[in-house]
């Protein structure tokens, strides 16, 4: 079974610009969550996506938007790029939004800001 | 408000040594803990999950332990090997919540020197 793919792996933009990440899912996980992994700070969520449903939010800017299709894959969108926005973002997928259910997660894609 | 936090930062030990990481955490109501390992520059990979009635689990040379009752997880490595360099997260998860409702600690940093 094929894990959780993310492209690209690097992009690299300058400030003002957009960009846009995608997110596959593994096959049958219909819950894909977003995360920034940065060095000072860790692992912070994003958002969390539920059968075309955003159904958790992290405390980010609404710079930081996403969307989930029919087929659970997902794209996230950072409008406006600030030097900070530079982080791994990662995506990881799972079976149902239980906590109990395990997530995996993508290679995660490198976002560097200039 | 809820809490990780893993010790040490960061650690080196020689090839074949066995160690020990520390995780403390404050997520109420409690779920399950988990053990990520994360390699440099992919994304986290799951090494054990334990629920409130789990004291010890197992993954190779990768034994978790879960005191409950002082809400304090650690993860021993046997043998250490120099694939086992890479960062180790603790993630908590709280009763009822998705994404949302995990708690990521900012993760151990572990060099295996030959």
């Known amino acids: 079974k094929a894990g959780v793919t993310q492209t690209p792996r690097y992009l690299i933009k300058t400030r003002g610009q957009q960009v846009t990440l995608s997110c596959s899912p593994i096959s049958g996980h219909r819950s894909v969550s977003w995360y920034q992994q940065t060095p000072g700070q860790g692992l912070q969520f994003l958002f969390e996506y539920f059968s075309e449903t955003q159904r958790n939010k992290g405390n980010f800017p609404g710079r930081f938007s996403g969307r989930q299709f029919s087929n659970s894959r997902s794209e996230m969108n950072v409008s406006t790029l600030e030097l900070g926005d530079s982080a791994l973002y990662l995506c990881?997928?799972?079976?149902?939004?239980?906590?109990?259910?395990?997530?995996?997660f993508g290679p995660g894609t490198r976002l560097t800001v200039l | 408000k809820n809490q990780v936090e893993q010790s040490p930062q960061s650690l080196i030990i020689l090839e074949g040594k066995n160690c020990t990481l520390q995780c403390n955490y404050t997520v109420s109501p409690f779920s399950n803990l988990r053990w990520y390992k994360q390699d440099t520059g992919r994304g986290p990979v799951s090494l054990t999950i334990?629920?409130?009635?789990?004291n010890t689990k197992s993954n190779g040379r990768y034994t978790a332990t879960l005191d409950a009752d002082t809400k304090q997880s650690s993860l021993h490595i046997t043998a250490s090997q120099l694939s086992d360099s890479a960062s180790y997260i603790c993630v908590v998860s709280r009763t009822g919540g998705g994404a949302d409702g995990l708690t990521f600690g900012k993760g151990t940093h572990l060099i295996i020197q030959p």
């Open positions: 334990m629920t409130f009635s789990e």
């Open positions: 990881a997928s799972s079976l149902s939004q239980s906590s109990l259910n395990e997530q995996f």
